[in-house]
């Protein structure tokens, strides 16, 4: 079955931290631009980090940077999102998402939801003050 899962979510006080997995079978990411998007109550869906699974390079939306890292592991065919400095507006199911076609910062910037290849389920970040 070709999916991505997603796990590592959960509750968390603020300045805490979690790292988020997103594990890919059926298929490999290599040459995929893979990101994770979130999505809070009441707002838009956005696109919070991507990475070019290829060579590496990455993109952040300008309220993560420096305390979110994205990176992959080719040898388990998984992108991780290590999320520090919690905040409670960072409170949202966080997917990821990959495509084929895309790169990496179209994919976070402007890549239509219903274009990308392959979504996870979610999982949730609840960020306590």
């Known amino acids: 079955q070709l999916q991505l899962v997603e796990s590592g979510g959960g509750l968390v006080q603020s300045g805490g931290s979690l790292r988020l997995s997103c594990a890919a079978s059926?298929?490999?990411?290599?040459?995929?631009?893979i990101g994770w998007f979130r999505q809070a109550p009441g707002k838009e869906r956005e696109g919070v980090s991507c990475?070019?699974?290829?060579?590496?390079?990455?993109y952040y939306v300008g309220s993560v940077k420096g305390r979110f890292t994205i990176s992959r592991d080719g040898a388990k065919n998984t992108v991780y999102l290590q999320m520090n400095s919690l905040e409670p507006e960072d409170t949202a199911v966080y997917y990821c998402?990959?495509?084929?076609?895309?790169?990496?910062?179209?994919?976070?910037?402007?890549?239509?939801?219903?274009?990308?290849?392959?979504w996870g389920k979610g999982t949730l970040v609840n960020v306590s003050s």
């Open positions: 998402a990959a495509d084929r076609l895309a790169t990496m910062e179209a994919l976070c910037l402007m890549w239509s939801y219903d274009d990308m290849d392959y």
């Open positions: 059926g298929f490999t990411l290599d040459y995929y631009a």
């Open positions: 990475i070019s699974y290829s060579d590496g390079s990455t």
